[in-house]
């Protein structure tokens, strides 16, 4: 069903769910018809693009769909966003020629936020949805979208997700019932740049529940983070994932299993984390949502 637009308010629109017997995979041509389909729909929408592969799909699918004239890429900048992802979204929406919009959002200045419960992503995304509302307004675009996809809904710990709901945030990719698979195969057939990026959620995600997040803290993570990679790669060791997930005062080093020998016969790399008391490598290795293995009951903050 596509959604319909209502006068001073971004619509939502429904996600149509199965019978429960799972289709057969369908071909990255046929699954992005689905979401061209979706947006073809709207006369106009502000996508939240956050640099990542999920929202990128949906930016670049809304101009193959509506043109770029009635399109715009929002990247919220605050203290939460790595410089390097604000500098590659600037990229890849000029790629594309539509109109990339920084504004700031303040996130710190939510209780909710800066506490770091378990409702962490609550807060943030209140702020960006409560930002970017207006600014669709402004520009008289009636819809602003987010790279929510099927796996996201179907996921145990999504509470950014209720707060996009309530204020009428439209999620294409869900709606169209794509996963994170799909939008991959489409970002490839598509041939975006993204299509194989790895995840990178904001920085607030490294620091454990409980601890306030500052300024510092987050600044401290992105520094950490940029130095080890920066160490990692002048020794010829170059990975996918890595994480430094701020514990207080120990740094936990999360990196992809191939790394973690490297890492572990070669303190002088870890040592490119400063700024912590203790650093310490986990022998698991890096996996997406790792802080959430710390909540006794995360089901409840959904």
Same mark, same amino acid.
């Given at each position: 069903m596509t959604p319909r637009a209502v006068p001073g308010r971004i619509q939502a629109a429904a996600l149509c769910h199965s019978d429960g017997v799972p289709p057969p995979a369908p071909s990255s041509a046929s699954t992005a018809e689905q979401l061209l389909a979706r947006l073809r729909g709207l006369d106009g929408v502000v996508v939240a693009f956050s640099g990542g592969v999920d929202s990128g799909v949906v930016l670049a699918g809304a101009v193959r769909a509506l043109g770029p004239g009635r399109v715009i890429a929002a990247t919220a900048v605050s203290g939460s966003l790595p410089v390097e992802e604000l500098e590659a979204a600037a990229v890849f929406a000029g790629e594309l020629g539509v109109a990339?919009?920084? +504004?700031s959002t303040n996130e710190l200045a939510r209780p909710g936020y800066r506490a770091n419960g378990g409702d962490r992503c609550y807060f943030c995304k209140a702020e960006l949805l409560d930002v970017l509302l207006p600014i669709a307004a402004d520009y008289g675009l009636p819809y602003v979208a987010t790279g929510t996809n099927a796996d996201d809904l179907r996921a145990g710990f999504r509470p950014g997700i209720r707060a996009a709901l309530e204020r009428g945030a439209i999620r294409p990719l869900a709606d169209a019932e794509l996963t994170k698979d799909d939008v991959r195969r489409i970002a490839r057939e598509w041939s975006l740049p993204l299509w194989d990026k790895p995840a990178a959620a904001c920085l607030s995600s490294r620091i454990a529940f409980g601890i306030q997040i500052n300024p510092h803290r987050l600044a401290r993570v992105e520094q950490a983070e940029r130095d080890l990679r920066s160490a990692l790669r002048a020794e010829g060791l170059h990975g996918r994932n890595l994480r430094v997930r701020d514990l207080g005062d120990t740094a936990r080093v %999360?990196?992809?299993a191939t790394l973690i020998p490297a890492l572990a016969s070669r303190p002088d790399l870890l040592a490119a984390v400063t700024g912590f008391d203790r650093v310490e490598l986990d022998p698991t290795g890096f996996r997406s949502?790792? *802080?959430? %293995? *710390?909540? +006794?009951d995360p089901a409840r903050f959904r």
């Open positions: 990339h919009l920084t +504004p %999360e990196v992809d949502g790792a *802080m959430n %293995e *710390m909540l +006794p």
